[in-house]
């Protein structure tokens, strides 16, 4: 059952980015399933954070469609704290074919960030404006194919 309960959430999307996953972003602590109900244990982050109730909504809904579950319950909760580290390979290939570079692993020896465009993967970017169009995103631009793009902020225990 436990299983199913992952392949499931796997449908519920971020509200912004719709082909990332809340597994893809590492979202998923935990998953308990006892006598009919399912408890899922979320870690908010800054990506779904305007909207972890539609986040909530969608994971009672996909869940609560399965057949054997009677209940389902979301917490969110705030340890271990959620950080972009989180993010699956998977998530971070599928923001970038969203046109969004996933957020920097690490950070450059002048403590600048390491972001790569989503379109020419070139590391040779700009930072345009750190605020984007959502709290969690920048704009960066890139000067080896001269597209601009976003980026997610990182978040992360080496900042
Ligand atoms: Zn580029």
């Known amino acids: 059952m436990i299983e199913q309960i992952k392949q499931a959430l796997d449908a519920v999307k971020d509200p912004e980015i719709?082909?990332?996953?809340?597994?893809?972003?590492?979202?998923?602590?935990?998953?308990?399933?006892?006598?009919?109900?399912?408890v899922v244990k979320l870690?908010?982050?800054?990506?779904?954070?305007?909207?972890?109730?539609?986040?909530?909504?969608?994971?009672?809904?996909?869940?609560?469609?399965?057949?054997?579950i009677e209940r389902v319950?979301?917490?969110?909760?705030?340890s271990p704290p959620w950080t972009s580290?989180?993010?699956?390979?998977?998530?971070r290939e599928k923001l970038k074919e969203f046109g969004i570079a996933p957020p920097p692993k690490q950070m450059g020896p002048n403590g600048?960030?390491?972001?790569e465009c989503p379109y020419c993967a070139s590391a040779y970017t700009l930072m345009e404006n750190i605020f984007g169009p959502t709290a969690c995103r920048s704009i960066f631009?890139?000067?080896?194919?001269?597209?601009?793009?976003?980026?997610?902020?990182?978040?992360?225990?080496?900042?």
């Open 85 to 91: 580290d989180r993010i699956t390979d998977e998530g």
């Open 18 to 38: 719709d082909s990332v996953s809340v597994l893809d972003l590492g979202m998923v602590e935990e998953v308990q399933f006892e006598n009919g109900e399912a």
């Open 73 to 78: 319950t979301v917490e969110f909760i705030n």
């Open 112 to 115: 600048e960030w390491q972001v």
């Open 141 to 159: 631009y890139c000067k080896q194919c001269k597209n601009p793009f976003e980026a997610l902020k990182p978040i992360s225990t080496w900042m």
């Open 43 to 68: 870690l908010p982050t800054f990506i779904g954070c305007p909207a972890l109730d539609i986040i909530q909504k969608r994971v009672e809904q996909v869940l609560s469609s399965l057949e054997g």
